[in-house]
Structures are given as C-alpha cells and as structure tokens.
C-alpha cells in the first residue's frame, strides 16, 4: 500500500464531498433528522442516563453516516464507471480503497457529531439546564467512534467494490433497517439507571479497533479483476 497515493485519493474523496451542495445538504439533514429522532426520547434524562444512551447511539451515529456517505463514493463511481478510470491510472486498488475508506470516514465522523451536538442540545433545553456528558463517554466518542464508523465504512465500501449491485442493493437494504431501526430503538431501552464504567468502554474500543482489523485483512484479497467483473 502506497501512503503518499492514499493520502491523494483521501484529499480527493473529502473535496469531492464538501464540494457537492446535494451531499452537503443531504448529510446536514440526516445528520440532524437523526439527532432529532432520537433526540425527543432524551426528554426527562439526567447527565448520567444522556451519558449511557451516547454510549450506544454515537457509534451508529457514525456508522449510519458513513453507510450513507460510502454509497456515494463507491458505489456510485462503479455505476458511472469512475472508478475504471482510476483503474487504469498508477494508483494501486489498495491505497485507492484506503484513501476512500479516510476520506468518507472523516466527512462521517465529523456528521456524527452533529448529530451527537444535537441531541445533546435536546436533552438540556428540555431539562432547562446543560447536560454535560462524563469524561468518560468524550473519550468514547474522541477515540471508538471514528474507529468504528472507519470499520463499517471499510467494510461496506469493500463489499461495494467485489460484489455486484444487486448482492449490494440488498446487502444496503439491510444495513440501512438494521441501523435505523438500531437508533429509533436505542433512546427507547437506553438512558435508565446504571453508569458506563472503564471496562465497557474498553470493550467497546476492542470490538471497534478488531473490526478495524478484520477490515484491513480482508484488504489483501481485493483485485482489479474482481472489481472490473462486477462493473455494470
């Protein structure tokens, strides 16, 4: 893998989207849209249940980002053939695959947090006071959430490269219910009694940084040949 070209196809990836007024807008609202849907079962809550529910909301925060922000660069640029071009230019299918994988990852991340922003900003102005999240979950959403919204971008931007568009439409399907669903239901049975302690964090950052891995293995079996049979 070349650094210097995932450097230059990240740079790429991340002007292409805050470039895009559709991509920009449309990542505001559901960034927002999401922040507000879970953000009316914030109503009521102290800074310790806030604390517990961003325990589990910000990382699919993060991963529903960046599922809608991959669809746009990989798949996308299979449907309209941009990425056989980039095939055909020096850069190696790896470092093309990172280099997406940080550009997406980062414009996602930084989405999340708006919408994280957001639903913090519910919760206080309906307590009348601001609710200020433990150390603890900040360190959570600094360090295991861009980890885990990497991962599931690496892995849907894999899967969008190898396999076909319909296999991909309905892997997408699911993966969209499944994240949806996921945080409609979370404000719902999360935010009670109990309090986010080290070890659940530190085995949230274990599931995030092995995800990550199994991510960065599964790289190796990327080949042009595969991508070049699916194109449509």
């Known amino acids: 893998m070349n650094w210097n070209q995932v450097k230059i196809v990240a740079l790429k990836e991340m002007h292409e989207i805050t470039s895009s007024r559709g991509t920009v807008i449309s990542t505001i609202f559901f960034a927002l849209w999401f922040g507000l849907l879970n ?3 914030t109503i009521g809550l102290t800074s310790e249940s806030l604390t517990r529910q961003l325990f589990y909301l910000a990382p699919m925060l993060g ?3 960046g599922y809608l922000l991959t669809g746009t660069v990989f798949s996308n640029e299979k449907k309209d053939g941009v990425i056989e071009t980039l095939l055909c ?3 190696d299918l790896r470092s093309i695959w990172m280099g997406k994988l940080i550009g997406v990852s980062v414009v996602a991340y930084l989405a999340s947090l708006i919408s994280i922003t957001f639903v913090i900003s519910l919760a206080s102005m309906s307590a009348g006071v601001l609710l200020v999240p433990s150390a603890i979950i900040l360190v959570h959403i600094v360090v295991t959430v861009p980890l885990f919204t990497a991962a599931v971008v690496g892995l849907i ?3 969008q490269l190898l396999l076909g568009m319909k296999e991909n439409t309905v892997i997408g399907i699911f993966t969209f219910l499944g994240l949806f669903i996921g945080i409609t239901v979370v404000g719902q049975l999360v935010g009670g009694s109990g309090s986010i302690t080290v070890l659940m964090l530190l085995v949230m950052f274990l599931v995030a940084a092995g995800m990550l ?3 960065f293995y599964l790289a190796r079996f990327l080949s042009k040949e595969k991508v070049i049979t699916t194109i449509p």
Do not use: D, K, N, R
Request: charged share 0%.
């Open 39 to 41: 953000g009316q079962s």
């Open 63 to 65: 991963a529903l980002m």
């Open 213 to 215: 891995t199994f991510t």
């Open 89 to 91: 230019t020096p850069l």
């Open 157 to 159: 931007g894999y899967a």
